[in-house]
């Protein structure tokens, strides 16, 4: 069986360098990880501070890593 693990990273496009990852959560396809992906994304992104995100030129990015779990 596969399922998705989704990552957050918060990155900065001045230095190319991600500041911080946090591990959402294992998700059971594809399609599921990228729609959280997204959300959570959007959700973190409006947590920070609008003039740090300016200044340090801040991103939230994420990936779906596949994830083989072998069956019981």
Request: include cysteine.
């Amino acid at each position: 069986m596969i399922k998705f693990v989704l990552i957050l990273h918060l990155c900065s496009t001045l230095s190319g360098q991600c500041l911080d990852s946090q591990y959402i959560g294992e998700l059971p396809d594809h399609y599921s990880c990228v729609k959280a992906g997204y959300i959570q994304a959007f959700k973190s992104f409006e947590t920070l501070d609008k003039d740090e995100i300016n200044t340090s030129k801040l991103a939230v990015r994420f990936e779906c890593k596949e994830l083989k779990v072998e069956a019981i």
